[in-house]
């Protein structure tokens, strides 16, 4: 087994998580964050709407999986943007799982609303357990990512890591996940060395997003996704490059597309996605 | 000292609540919560489930990791294995230091018993406790080492004077550093064992040892648990003394909830709500005159915009209560605890909004019985005061070497508290004083607790205790002292003025007859509270030296 279909459609809530301007500015400092509204606490990195999530998320995987679960893709919709003040709630549901090469995927929706019910993000997580072979599928996907094929270059930017990177996010996001803090526990799942929280990358690639397509203005962002590629081991000298890529725009909102990769070319979010207000 | 007789607890009967009062509702099931034998099982699961998570922060900023934590625990622990047999007792008396609580599992794991004393205790409360228990080792800091050398002969058993020393969290390496770990995995602790001791400052007598067992520990986390959930972003702050079971509470419900506890080295009113924000706590837990001296502090943009979602106190001052969830934009739950009965009536959650300033310590949780008696042990009437009796599985174990005195408390097969309250139709419980502190003026009875909660919330006042004068036409009558806010003095504050302001919230009986201003701090109790035996000890005649009396409006010298 590994993996029990039965337990789609199961759902999850978190208690009430209220913000301060103190962990969003201790939020925007863990990701060396260079946008003062953010930097101040004024209002979340984009990225600090997974913190609330995590855990009915991680709970909803224990309990559907008593494998290693690897956060696979990740997809926000941001209906606006968080605050100090707001009181929020979350429900977590996991929604489907699908078969795939290397095994299955469980597709997680959460949907954050403040106490006076008003809808502050919906994200869907799609995590993959390995050496899972399903005849078929139960539920429903995550939804279709935006198609842009990128063209040229696209404007990159490079952020070197600090050593104490991974520490910094572990403390900000409260995800101390040994696999990202000691070198050992890595080992234990095939890495050589610690890995960078995959929503740490995000968040760096964001800043990316932020400054070239929403003028350092979290509220321009309405979505932000990808898929998490290959781990951004914790080494000496690492470091992230995200280029970004203008498309079409449809309405009031551009398609922005961009990637990250790490110091030794590999990427590790490809098919990076956002819409942003035009 | 493990093997306790029955303490004869065992006979409450599960009185059958009507259906009209009200209860705490979406508790989940009993031992939901922690479905653990021992707190050494807690400890190791805690640790081994989210290693790198903080299990406690200092306000200064040292941060223990759970992996580091039960490193040095088992470690500790093993340094004690030999020194420490089963039902030993050891008596520790340290500051809030991350080693407090590295001994306090150390000794438990061995199935030894923390005895514990104040820090501040000098050679004649900490000797009581040293003859009362009789322990084999002491674990103290250097500033509390000349109080235990001077005491330790009284016990015949000690063998080992273990001094926390050096930098935080490496104060007890100098033990620890080569010993083989205790593996907590494989502790053989059983759930009966008294694992420690807390003297209780009664009003009279001696203090005495209440013992508590894992069983006693196991509840009071599993029902706190059940009736708040928390989650892995959640952070209690601790501000009370480590010496008091309630910080150790806080990190065992911390552990089982993937939470962590924020401590305070002490409780600081400038200090508060910076250590708040900083530390990112989401939830207090106070006593005593923690909220009203806050209340007394200066406002600030931090007190506001912060994470913490609700605060749990033990004797909420209900003149304050409105301001305060106005202020700080949290609810404050009332909450009726004792060593003896652990957690034995809180607000209900879901009721919090409508008993605001009702001054109402809730109902009981699911599993504890509360019984409102006379002096003679018969059930009252809804409304009328009486003691409050309490019964339910895993209350203490007694009193050390008292059997008489825990034969009598235990009496009927519930523990007499000492608590005045009542209960209202619809189930709530409010405090109304101890036994010992109402003060009988002409057959009526004047709860201290009330008439001081009437003054604290006096703008200019900063301190009260209200205590009873004997007196030869009315038995008793009140008098009351005064510590004004720095800046305010007995010529801005008059006498006439704090009658004037009392008798807006007091029936005239109530009203105090003697007032005395003080610019001191008062003493305190190990437990924060004002120590009123030492303002009765203080002068022959309370009535004199510099006292103003309601009857001829004048101070008499």
């Given at each position: 087994?590994?993996?029990?279909?039965?337990?789609?459609?199961?759902?999850?809530d978190s208690e009430e998580f209220r913000v301060s301007t103190a962990r969003l500015a201790q939020f925007a400092e863990a990701l060396g964050d260079t946008i003062e509204a953010q930097r101040k606490g004024r209002v979340a990195h984009p990225v600090f709407h997974h913190v609330p999530v995590m855990q009915s998320m991680v709970e909803l995987l224990k309990s559907a999986t008593t494998k290693f679960a690897l956060h696979g893709e990740h997809d926000f919709h941001f209906h606006r943007a968080i605050e100090p003040g707001q009181r929020l709630y979350t429900v977590s549901k996991l929604i489907g799982i699908r078969p795939t090469k290397a095994g299955a995927t469980l597709i997680i929706r959460s949907d954050i609303a403040t106490h006076d019910e008003l809808k502050v993000s919906t994200q869907y997580s799609t995590c993959l357990v390995t050496s899972e072979k399903f005849a078929k599928a139960a539920?429903?996907?995550?939804?279709?990512?935006?198609?842009?094929?990128?063209?040229?270059?696209?404007?990159?930017?490079?952020?070197?890591?600090?050593?104490?990177?991974?520490?910094?996010?572990?403390?900000?996001?409260?995800?101390?996940?040994?696999?990202?803090?000691?070198?050992?526990?890595?080992?234990?799942?095939?890495?050589?060395?610690?890995?960078?929280?995959?929503?740490?990358?995000?968040?760096?690639?964001?800043?990316?997003?932020?400054?070239?397509?929403?003028?350092?203005?979290?509220?321009?962002?309405?979505?932000?996704?990808?898929?998490?590629?290959?781990?951004?081991?914790?080494?000496?000298?690492?470091?992230?490059?995200?280029?970004?890529?203008?498309?079409?725009?449809?309405?009031?909102?551009?398609?922005?597309?961009?990637?990250?990769?790490?110091?030794?070319?590999?990427?590790?979010?490809?098919?990076?996605?956002?819409?942003?207000?035009? | 000292?493990?093997?306790?007789?029955?303490?004869?607890?065992?006979?409450?009967?599960?009185?059958?609540?009507?259906?009209?009062?009200?209860?705490?509702?979406?508790?989940?099931?009993?031992?939901?919560?922690?479905?653990?034998?021992?707190?050494?099982?807690?400890?190791?699961?805690?640790?081994?489930?989210?290693?790198?998570r903080p299990v406690l922060i200092i306000e200064d900023g040292l941060t223990i990791t759970r992996k580091d934590f039960l490193d040095r625990c088992q470690r500790f622990a093993g340094f004690l294995k030999g020194k420490v047999e089963t039902g030993d007792n050891v008596v520790v008396m340290l500051d809030n230091r991350v080693e407090f609580m590295i001994a306090l599992f150390g000794i438990i794991a061995n199935r030894g018993v923390l005895v514990?004393?104040?820090?501040?205790?000098?050679?004649?409360?900490?000797?009581?406790?040293?003859?009362?228990?009789?322990?084999?080792?002491?674990?103290?800091?250097?500033?509390?080492?000349?109080?235990?050398?001077?005491?330790?002969?009284?016990?015949?058993?000690?063998?080992?004077?273990?001094?926390?020393?050096?930098?935080?969290?490496?104060?007890?390496?100098?033990?620890?550093?080569?010993?083989?770990?205790?593996?907590?995995?494989?502790?053989?602790?059983?759930?009966?064992?008294?694992?420690?001791?807390?003297?209780?400052?009664?009003?009279?007598?001696?203090?005495?040892?209440?013992?508590?067992?894992?069983?006693?520990?196991?509840?009071?986390?599993?029902?706190?648990?059940?009736?708040?959930?928390?989650?892995?972003?959640?952070?209690?702050?601790?501000?009370?003394?480590?010496?008091?079971?309630?910080?150790?509470?806080?990190?065992?419900?911390?552990?089982?909830?993937?939470?962590?506890?924020?401590?305070?080295?002490?409780?600081?009113?400038?200090?508060?709500?910076?250590?708040?924000?900083?530390?990112?706590?989401?939830?207090?837990?106070?006593?005593?005159?923690?909220?009203?001296?806050?209340?007394?502090?200066?406002?600030?943009?931090?007190?506001?915009?912060?994470?913490?979602?609700?605060?749990?106190?033990?004797?909420?001052?209900?003149?304050?209560?409105?301001?305060?969830?106005?202020?700080?934009?949290?609810?404050?739950?009332?909450?009726?605890?004792?060593?003896?009965?652990?957690?034995?009536?809180?607000?209900?959650?879901?009721?919090?909004?409508?008993?605001?300033?009702?001054?109402?310590?809730?109902?009981?949780?699911?599993?504890?019985?509360?019984?409102?008696?006379?002096?003679?042990?018969?059930?009252?009437?809804?409304?009328?005061?009486?003691?409050?009796?309490?019964?339910?599985?895993?209350?203490?174990?007694?009193?050390?070497?008292?059997?008489?005195?825990?034969?009598?408390?235990?009496?009927?097969?519930?523990?007499?508290?000492?608590?005045?309250?009542?209960?209202?139709?619809?189930?709530?419980?409010?405090?109304?004083?101890?036994?010992?502190?109402?003060?009988?003026?002409?057959?009526?009875?004047?709860?201290?607790?009330?008439?001081?909660?009437?003054?604290?919330?006096?703008?200019?006042?900063?301190?009260?205790?209200?205590?009873?004068?004997?007196?030869?036409?009315?038995?008793?009558?009140?008098?009351?002292?005064?510590?004004?806010?720095?800046?305010?003095?007995?010529?801005?504050?008059?006498?006439?003025?704090?009658?004037?302001?009392?008798?807006?919230?007091?029936?005239?009986?109530?009203?105090?007859?003697?007032?005395?201003?003080?610019?001191?701090?008062?003493?305190?109790?190990?437990?924060?509270?004002?120590?009123?035996?030492?303002?009765?000890?203080?002068?022959?005649?309370?009535?004199?030296?510099?006292?103003?009396?309601?009857?001829?409006?004048?101070?008499?010298?």
């Amino acid at each position: 087994m590994g993996v029990d279909v039965g337990k789609v459609g199961l759902e999850r809530d978190s208690e009430e998580f209220r913000v301060s301007t103190a962990r969003l500015a201790q939020f925007a400092e863990a990701l060396g964050d260079t946008i003062e509204a953010q930097r101040k606490g004024r209002v979340a990195h984009p990225v600090f709407h997974h913190v609330p999530v995590m855990q009915s998320m991680v709970e909803l995987l224990k309990s559907a999986t008593t494998k290693f679960a690897l956060h696979g893709e990740h997809d926000f919709h941001f209906h606006r943007a968080i605050e100090p003040g707001q009181r929020l709630y979350t429900v977590s549901k996991l929604i489907g799982i699908r078969p795939t090469k290397a095994g299955a995927t469980l597709i997680i929706r959460s949907d954050i609303a403040t106490h006076d019910e008003l809808k502050v993000s919906t994200q869907y997580s799609t995590c993959l357990v390995t050496s899972e072979k399903f005849a078929k599928a139960a539920g429903d996907p995550a939804p279709d990512r935006p198609v842009m094929t990128p063209e040229g270059e696209g404007e990159p930017v490079t952020i070197k890591l600090s050593p104490d990177q991974a520490f910094r996010y572990a403390e900000a996001a409260r995800d101390y996940s040994p696999y990202t803090l000691d070198t050992e526990a890595a080992g234990e799942l095939g890495f050589p060395a610690p890995i960078l929280h995959g929503m740490c990358t995000m968040g760096i690639a964001a800043r990316a997003v932020l400054g070239a397509a929403c003028q350092g203005d979290a509220r321009k962002l309405f979505r932000l996704g990808g898929r998490f590629s290959a781990p951004v081991l914790m080494v000496p000298g690492q470091l992230l490059t995200t280029r970004v890529w203008f498309g079409a725009v449809r309405g009031a909102r551009r398609l922005v597309a961009f990637e990250t990769t790490e110091m030794g070319g590999e990427l590790a979010i490809k098919l990076g996605f956002a819409e942003v207000g035009a | 000292m493990s093997k306790q007789a029955s303490t004869g607890l065992d006979g409450y009967r599960q009185s059958k609540r009507p259906a009209d009062w009200v209860e705490h509702e979406n508790v989940p099931p009993m031992w939901s919560g922690v479905p653990h034998q021992t707190t050494i099982e807690i400890v190791a699961k805690g640790c081994a489930e989210d290693p790198y998570r903080p299990v406690l922060i200092i306000e200064d900023g040292l941060t223990i990791t759970r992996k580091d934590f039960l490193d040095r625990c088992q470690r500790f622990a093993g340094f004690l294995k030999g020194k420490v047999e089963t039902g030993d007792n050891v008596v520790v008396m340290l500051d809030n230091r991350v080693e407090f609580m590295i001994a306090l599992f150390g000794i438990i794991a061995n199935r030894g018993v923390l005895v514990s004393i104040a820090p501040s205790a000098q050679s004649f409360d900490a000797g009581h406790i040293v003859s009362d228990a009789q322990p084999v080792a002491a674990i103290c800091g250097m500033p509390q080492k000349p109080i235990i050398d001077g005491v330790r002969t009284r016990s015949d058993k000690l063998q080992h004077v273990i001094v926390v020393d050096g930098e935080e969290p490496d104060g007890l390496e100098a033990y620890s550093r080569d010993a083989e770990p205790l593996d907590f995995a494989n502790a053989k602790c059983q759930r009966e064992d008294v694992i420690t001791v807390y003297y209780t400052s009664g009003t009279s007598g001696a203090p005495k040892g209440c013992l508590l067992h894992h069983g006693w520990w196991l509840r009071v986390i599993d029902l706190d648990t059940r009736m708040f959930r928390r989650g892995w972003q959640d952070r209690q702050l601790c501000c009370l003394p480590f010496y008091y079971a309630d910080p150790a509470i806080q990190l065992l419900t911390s552990l089982v909830t993937r939470g962590t506890m924020v401590a305070m080295r002490r409780f600081s009113v400038s200090r508060f709500w910076d250590v708040v924000n900083k530390y990112d706590a989401t939830e207090i837990l106070s006593i005593a005159s923690v909220p009203a001296l806050l209340m007394k502090g200066d406002p600030g943009p931090s007190e506001h915009d912060h994470r913490i979602r609700l605060a749990i106190h033990a004797g909420l001052p209900k003149e304050l209560h409105a301001q305060m969830l106005k202020r700080y934009g949290f609810h404050w739950h009332n909450q009726y605890g004792s060593t003896e009965g652990g957690v034995m009536s809180r607000v209900p959650h879901h009721l919090a909004d409508e008993l605001v300033a009702t001054g109402t310590m809730g109902t009981e949780p699911p599993g504890v019985f509360i019984r409102v008696v006379d002096d003679d042990d018969e059930d009252v009437a809804i409304g009328q005061s009486g003691e409050a009796l309490i019964g339910g599985p895993d209350l203490y174990k007694g009193y050390l070497n008292r059997p008489e005195v825990t034969a009598e408390a235990n009496r009927g097969g519930w523990y007499h508290s000492g608590d005045v309250i009542r209960r209202d139709e619809r189930g709530l419980l409010y405090f109304v004083g101890r036994k010992k502190e109402i003060i009988r003026r002409s057959g009526e009875n004047i709860s201290a607790a009330e008439v001081e909660a009437v003054l604290r919330s006096h703008d200019k006042v900063l301190e009260v205790a209200v205590i009873p004068v004997p007196d030869e036409l009315r038995g008793e009558e009140v008098k009351a002292y005064i510590q004004p806010k720095p800046g305010e003095t007995a010529k801005s504050f008059p006498p006439e003025e704090v009658i004037a302001f009392c008798r807006q919230s007091l029936a005239a009986f109530k009203l105090p007859r003697y007032i005395e201003y003080r610019t001191q701090d008062f003493e305190r109790t190990p437990s924060m509270r004002v120590q009123k035996k030492s303002l009765i000890e203080g002068k022959q005649d309370l009535t004199k030296g510099g006292v103003w009396d309601r009857e001829t409006g004048r101070f008499h010298d």
